[in-house]
């Protein structure tokens, strides 16, 4: 949040909306989801930061990122492995 507001911008508190979710597959569909649109949304705001010249934030960012794969690809061994 420091950061945003060093650079003029306004941090956000409002999460996103989660879906119900009807069973376990549902939730952890709903979670993968979630997952692969923060990797995504983090990779454009490194990009960003990297055009700005802001390499720490971009490396900072890039880790998020790795951090974000690595959690959709665990829920998606989930899906595939457990009985759900």
């Avoid at 597959?25 to 990779?43: C, G, P, S």
């Amino acid at each position: 949040a420091n950061k945003i507001v060093a650079l003029g911008g306004e941090p956000t508190t409002t999460p996103r909306p989660v879906p119900p979710a009807r069973g376990n597959r549902e939730m952890l569909e709903a979670v993968l989801a979630a997952e692969q649109k923060a990797a995504a949304d983090y990779t454009q705001r490194a990009r960003e930061a990297d055009e700005f010249g802001d390499k720490g934030l971009a490396v900072q960012l890039e880790d998020m990122v790795r951090d974000e794969s690595g959690h959709s690809e665990e829920t998606q061994r989930i899906l595939q492995d457990w009985p759900l």
